[in-house]
């Protein structure tokens, strides 16, 4: 089954980083491949945002 919600980038005021917000509904269910603090690596490919561990 695929997990699908919303979410919104975030800017940082004082900075030009972005922060993407993961919904409890995505983070809290069982499916979901990351914990809190964990290290990832994000590629872009294709258009698409990819996290990996």
């Known amino acids: 089954m ?3 919600a919303k979410t919104t980038l975030i800017p940082h005021k004082k ?3 972005l922060y993407l917000t993961i919904p ?3 983070a ?3 499916a979901f491949p ?3 603090g964990e290290e990832v690596t ?3 490919k294709e258009r ?3 996290i990996e561990k």
Do not use: G, R, V
């Open 48 to 50: 698409k945002l990819i």
């Open 42 to 44: 994000i590629i872009i």
């Open 15 to 17: 900075a030009k980083t």
């Open 2 to 4: 695929t997990l699908e």
């Open 28 to 30: 809290d269910d069982s």
């Open 24 to 26: 409890a509904s995505i």
């Open 34 to 36: 990351f914990k809190p």
